[in-house]
């Protein structure tokens, strides 16, 4: 198995790293361990409008991505660390990726326990959410482990944020996300090491000694990215049909989007716009735009 540590912390580049990964080895064996700066990711069958806050996201500093595996909603930062098992594909069986990382923390002292298909739990919390993808008789299995992650901006961007929406909802047929009570590894270790030291210590036990990227990894991955990854047509534009009512000042907006883009509207105005805050803004005003892309203003 080939150990590779990316530390780009670049959400774009370490998603479009794990599919060029995925489609150009056939037969090889690939742990990676990574991280990213604040980003909303997606599963690949989701509503991104009824999952984040776009415009908030927007407004933080925070991107909002979609990956190529299934799943629900998660949210990076550079107190979360992502791991990524590629091989070729034998079935659909969780456990295999995530028994040996559950054994890696319980021997670096952290009580942790598989829940149900895809969850790493401790002490009843969840510190790891799993999803798959395959292609090509090959698969990709990734998940999130919270170390040291800001929950206050994981609430903020992703679970909790259902519970605030008063004035406007969404209605789709997309897969949802489930809102779970949350942990972070570190606060079950005395004397939790840094993030750093922890994910070389989870390497380390997992696949052993860690390789350096290739420059043509990187540049395919790059590539990858840039046609794919960072593009509002991959994140937004896959997104399922959905219908959106609410009422904002007085005002009563209803209507349906395909693909990001209004196709009836009751403010005939915006029928053909995409929903991109900006583009939305213009048309109206921030308020307003921020309410249409997610009931809140």
Not at 165 to 187: F, P
Request: proline fraction near 3%; include cysteine; charge should be negative.
């Amino acid at each position: 198995m080939i150990f590779l540590r990316n530390d780009r912390l670049d959400p774009a580049f370490s998603l479009a790293l794990e599919e060029h990964l995925l489609r150009s080895y056939p037969g090889e064996k690939f742990f990676m361990l990574w991280r990213d700066l604040p980003a909303v990711v997606c599963g690949r069958n989701q509503n991104v409008f009824e999952e984040v806050n776009a415009a908030l996201a927007e407004k933080s500093g925070v991107t909002v991505i979609k990956r190529f595996s299934g799943g629900g909603t998660v949210y990076h930062d550079e107190g979360n660390v992502n791991y990524t098992f590629i091989s070729d594909a034998d079935g659909t069986d969780f456990e295999k990726f995530i028994t040996p990382v559950i054994s890696a923390l319980r021997d670096m002292g952290v009580p942790a326990e598989l829940s149900g298909t895809s969850d790493i739990v401790v002490c009843g919390r969840k510190i790891s959410g799993n999803a798959q993808a395959q292609t090509g008789g090959r698969v990709l299995h990734h998940g999130t482990l919270l170390y040291s992650s800001d929950l206050s901006r994981l609430d903020l961007f992703t679970g909790k944020r259902i519970e605030r929406r008063a004035a406007g909802e969404i209605t789709s047929k997309s897969v949802k996300s489930r809102v779970e009570g949350v942990a972070n590894i570190a606060d079950f270790l005395k004397n939790a090491p840094s993030v750093e030291d922890f994910m070389e210590e989870l390497g380390r036990r997992v696949a052993g000694e860690s390789v350096p990227l290739s420059a043509e990894d990187s540049s395919a991955a790059e590539r990858l990215a840039d046609e794919k990854y960072r593009t509002w047509d991959w994140t937004f534009g896959t997104c399922p049909r959905f219908s959106f009512s609410g009422e904002l000042d007085g005002k009563k907006y209803e209507y349906t989007a395909y693909h990001g883009v209004i196709e009836a509207c009751s403010d005939e105005t915006l029928v053909g716009t995409r929903l991109a805050f900006r583009e939305l803004a213009e048309k109206t005003d921030e308020k307003t735009a921020e309410f249409l892309l997610s009931g809140e203003y």
